[in-house]
């Protein structure tokens, strides 16, 4: 991550100018975070849709390796992280 400048050596161009980049880049971040929030809704509806095909047709709909994954993460560990001992 870049380091903060020293504030209290930038001109008031270069302060404006320093909000002005930040502020672009920040509308690009939002812009992003706002595509893959709608990329992930799509891929859960997807999801649900097929868990509901599944539920109709008489398929398992949770395994138990989805109950320990669901354990996992209410124990806090992330994906590839070993088990506290």
Known sequence: MDTFPDLGSLS???????IQQLTEEEIDISYRRRI??????????????????????????????????????LAGRAAGDEPAE
Do not use: P
């Open 36 to 73: 893959l929030h709608g990329k992930i809704d799509i891929l859960r509806a997807e999801l649900v849709n097929r868990l509901r095909k599944k539920h109709e047709g008489g398929e398992d709909v949770i395994t138990g390796a989805d109950v320990q994954r669901l354990t996992d993460i």
């Open 12 to 18: 008031d161009q270069e302060l404006k100018d320093l």
